[in-house]
């Protein structure tokens, strides 16, 4: 290599370097927030630093805690304390809704000594599919695997998690606290901020089928809202993947608005149009003021309804 080449080639390293040091959140300014929903069950969340977090559900009994979904590693002793604010008991198990590593990465921590659960895909996608946010798979692999349903038993109450197929991935879980009328429903759902507090509607195109061509869809978010909202009281705390707490009145709008949009899309897949004529006919142009809060763009979305409704109908792009 020349000696401006090396020259380029150290800037550029240096360039490099530099952008990912600035992209490294500041951990120190991160908080990790609790807030009790019902006599057993906790909420907590991370905030701060721009960091994507998702939302943790602590089941706190005399026997120990069980976490559903664990955040980040570097969050990891801040998680704990402030566990410690509300019980000294240990966290026992680690139940993951599914392998995305802003779910999944704090498993590095609490692996160490508690037992990690999940769906079958689960620890086959962690196994097999990067990403930086998960390390140590020795420690952060589910060691209890399930199929369909799995309930743990405590002396508090039971924990119950069901699997509905395509999803925001191919391994999604809804966990159900039925002591507490509680139910953490991962990323089937989510509710971002800005919220519509006064029509309870989302306001940003929803994270379905997150690995697109990879087992995801929407009949698994759409199956999962409809079987909360048939089985569940009128009161129950719905813990979204990301968040705030939401109630029955804002999925129910939730799964309308996944119904409407997929039936759109449908209808231009019973006519034979391609992915590419539904977007230059901006079929989901009713929805396109979803694009102002950030998340996924209109086409995107399109996409992502398209695939997962293309193959259920054994067809192609």
Request: net charge negative; proline share 4%; charged share 20%.
């Amino acid at each position: 290599m020349s000696k401006f080449g090396c020259l380029v080639a150290l800037s550029l390293l240096i360039t490099l370097s530099s952008f990912a040091q600035q992209q490294q959140p500041d951990w120190d300014k991160v908080q990790v927030k609790i807030q009790k929903l019902s006599a057993n069950v906790y909420l907590l969340q991370g905030q701060g630093a721009n960091v994507g977090m998702g939302n943790i559900a602590a089941h706190v009994s005399d026997d120990g805690i069980v976490l559903v979904d664990c955040e980040l590693l570097q969050l990891g002793p801040k998680i704990e304390a402030a566990l410690k604010t509300v019980s000294d008991k240990p966290v026992k198990y680690v139940l993951n809704t599914h392998w995305h590593g802003d779910h999944t990465g704090g498993n590095a921590y609490f692996g160490r000594t508690a037992r990690i659960i999940a769906q079958d895909n689960v620890r086959t996608k962690m196994q097999t599919v990067p990403d930086a946010r998960i390390t140590n798979l020795a420690v952060s692999l589910p060691v209890i695997t399930f199929s369909e349903q799995f309930t743990l038993h405590t002396l508090t109450g039971d924990i119950h998690a069901v699997y509905f197929p395509h999803g925001h991935t191919d391994g999604d879980s809804v966990v159900f606290f039925p002591q507490d009328n509680v139910v953490h429903m991962g990323d089937d759902l989510t509710n971002f901020e800005p919220i519509d507090a006064t029509n309870f509607e989302p306001t940003r195109f929803p994270a379905i089928n997150w690995e697109n061509d990879s087992g995801g869809g929407v009949q698994g978010p759409i199956a999962a809202g409809e079987y909360v909202l048939a089985h569940l009281p009128d009161d129950v705390k719905i813990i979204p993947g990301h968040g705030s707490v939401a109630g029955k009145n804002y999925l129910t709008k939730y799964v309308a608005f996944l119904k409407a949009t997929s039936a759109v899309v449908q209808a231009g897949i019973d006519k034979g149009k391609t992915l590419q004529q539904l977007k230059e006919e901006k079929v989901l142009a009713k929805w396109d003021y979803l694009e102002k809060n950030g998340g996924l763009k209109s086409d995107a979305f399109l996409e992502r309804l398209y695939t997962s409704l293309a193959q259920k109908n054994g067809r192609s792009n």
